[in-house]
């Protein structure tokens, strides 16, 4: 299965499959592990890397990971987001649940 084409150029596509299977997936995945480059990359984003949009940020209850509701992690994303909405989702949840449809209303989950 491909992706729509005006979506994703199918050469693009194409580069993303063929590293994919040269390198394998895990590597592509650990942006983590790149940080020389997403460093620089975001002292040269336009406007200090602040994002000037609405975003919105889906917390994992459950992820003791990447917790941004009872950590310090989520001060530089509130920083470079000022229109930042974090909604927590509850795991086991089904997609058509009215929980999971209340936090597709952006505003409802406004952080303030």
């Known amino acids: 299965m491909t992706p729509d084409?005006?979506?994703?150029?199918?050469?693009?596509f194409d580069a993303l499959?063929?590293?994919f299977r040269a390198t394998g997936f895990?590597?592509?995945?650990a942006w983590?592990?790149?940080d020389t480059t997403n460093i620089a990359y975001a002292h040269a984003a336009p406007d200090g890397g602040r994002l000037r949009r609405p975003?919105?940020?889906v917390?994992?209850?459950f992820d003791g990971i990447c917790d941004i509701t009872r950590s310090r992690l989520s001060e530089p994303m509130r920083r470079t987001c000022p229109d930042l909405s974090v909604t927590n989702l509850q795991f086991p949840m089904e997609t058509d649940s009215p929980?999971?449809?209340q936090c597709l209303?952006?505003?409802e989950c406004r952080v303030r």
């Open 32 to 34: 983590f592990r790149n």
């Open 55 to 57: 975003v919105l940020f």
């Open 17 to 19: 499959v063929e590293t």
């Open 105 to 107: 209303s952006v505003r």
């Open 5 to 12: 084409p005006t979506l994703w150029p199918a050469a693009d």
């Open 26 to 29: 895990r590597s592509g995945n």
């Open 99 to 101: 929980a999971s449809a």
């Open 59 to 61: 917390n994992g209850e």
